[in-house]
């Protein structure tokens, strides 16, 4: 089934959190005050507007993200998934997940947000021990998480929490004891990320002044590999770089991203991916909240770019994305966006040099990263590509 027919997925961008974290990079922002139903009358203003370009399609995920979508209130939750509904037809089975911080605030809120329809929560808890916490900027400590867990797996059918390793100072040894202690936390999925250094945040400044450093290049590889062997022997394998579930649990919603199915993007600096007319459309909406919500209350929609990609950017997107996960890309998908065969679209020697050298797999189904691929796919790319 072609992206232009088949379900696709539904992005709703909540930008604020009480605090910035110094490692975060995304568009999320701290206010003293907002008015939610101003906020609420503009999300269900722009799914609308999305609604009439999309007529018919039905919606395998809904996935609310952010900033922190957990201080939104359930009845706000509530009224966007009604809208939804109204405009779209759900898959029988959609995921509905919702992004959330471990606070006792935010854990009170579970229940209604069941209420409101969430069936999948993702918390964001980074580590298992209070100093990394305090170093990460986090407002919990360990026992509010395991406290936020526990609410997590009565309230909702599934969870996801998220851990972050390659912190300063940090051992094999002591990532192996808190990989050991979430592991008895865990249920069917768990997303670990290696901090990483963005541009323009508060970590890139203290790091550049030689506040911290990280673990050596050595060190983060053995961190890498211990969390995989670890967590597959658990159960967990990986299925992406840096997300594990156990078989059936993978996240629809970020699977739709990875194998470069269609998708719509609300809310402030969203983005979207729509198949339309045979061509792929990239959208983008204004990334500052009051410049996007005074966008919406004008035109009925915050876009700020609509761009017609091309062949060569399609490939390129479909590739990092791709490769991404342990599956990689079968042929039928090229096929299908770019109407073309593997071999056709790069160049056969570099091709051939990178299956040769253990990064890429190349079988009769699809083209895949290898272990090795994965854990440098930067790299791999760059080669590909060039």
Not at 102 to 128: K, T, W
Request: charged share 25%; hydrophobic share 40%; with cysteine.
């Amino acid at each position: 089934m072609s992206n232009r027919q088949g379900a696709f997925a539904l992005y709703i961008h909540w930008p604020f959190c009480q605090s910035k974290c110094p490692y975060c990079d995304f568009n999320s922002h701290v206010r003293a005050a907002i008015d939610e139903g101003r906020w609420r009358r503009a999300l269900l203003r722009e799914l609308e507007h999305y609604a009439a370009e999309t007529p018919g399609r039905p919606i395998s995920s809904i996935f609310f993200g952010g900033g922190t979508p957990s201080l939104m209130a359930p009845q706000t939750v509530a009224a966007i998934l009604e809208r939804v509904s109204a405009l779209w037809k759900l898959a029988p089975d959609v995921e509905i997940t919702l992004e959330a911080n471990p606070s006792s605030v935010e854990a009170a809120r579970f229940a209604a947000l069941s209420d409101a329809g969430i069936n999948r929560v993702s918390l964001g808890i980074q580590a298992l021990d209070d100093p990394a916490l305090k170093f990460l900027g986090r407002a919990h400590d360990v026992a509010e998480a395991m406290a936020a867990l526990d609410i997590a797996r009565r309230c909702f059918g599934r969870f996801s929490f998220d851990l972050i390793y390659g912190r300063p100072g940090q051992s094999v040894a002591a990532w192996e004891r808190e990989l050991a202690r979430a592991l008895t936390l865990v249920g069917e999925h768990l997303s670990v990320y290696q901090l990483t250094i963005e541009p323009r945040t508060a970590f890139a400044t203290a790091h550049a002044r030689g506040d911290f450093a990280l673990p050596d290049e050595e060190t983060q590889g053995a961190l890498y590999e211990t969390t995989a062997e670890r967590l597959a022997a658990a159960g967990l394998p990986a299925y992406e770089i840096s997300n594990h579930a156990r078989a059936g649990a993978e996240c629809r919603h970020n699977l739709a991203y990875w194998r470069y199915r269609d998708y719509v993007g609300v809310g402030p600096g969203a983005h979207g991916r729509l198949t339309l007319g045979g061509a792929k459309i990239a959208t983008r909406q204004r990334r500052a909240p009051e410049s996007w919500i005074d966008a919406v209350e004008r035109h009925g929609h915050g876009g700020e770019e609509r761009q017609m990609l091309t062949p060569e950017e399609r490939r390129e997107e479909m590739l990092m994305m791709g490769l991404r996960l342990v599956e990689g890309i079968p042929r039928a998908r090229f096929r299908d966006e770019l109407g073309a065969d593997i071999e056709t679209m790069f160049d056969p020697r570099r091709l051939a040099s990178l299956v040769e050298g253990g990064f890429l797999s190349l079988e009769n189904d699809r083209l895949a990263a290898t272990d090795a691929g994965r854990q440098r796919l930067n790299a791999v790319l760059v080669a590909l590509l060039a």
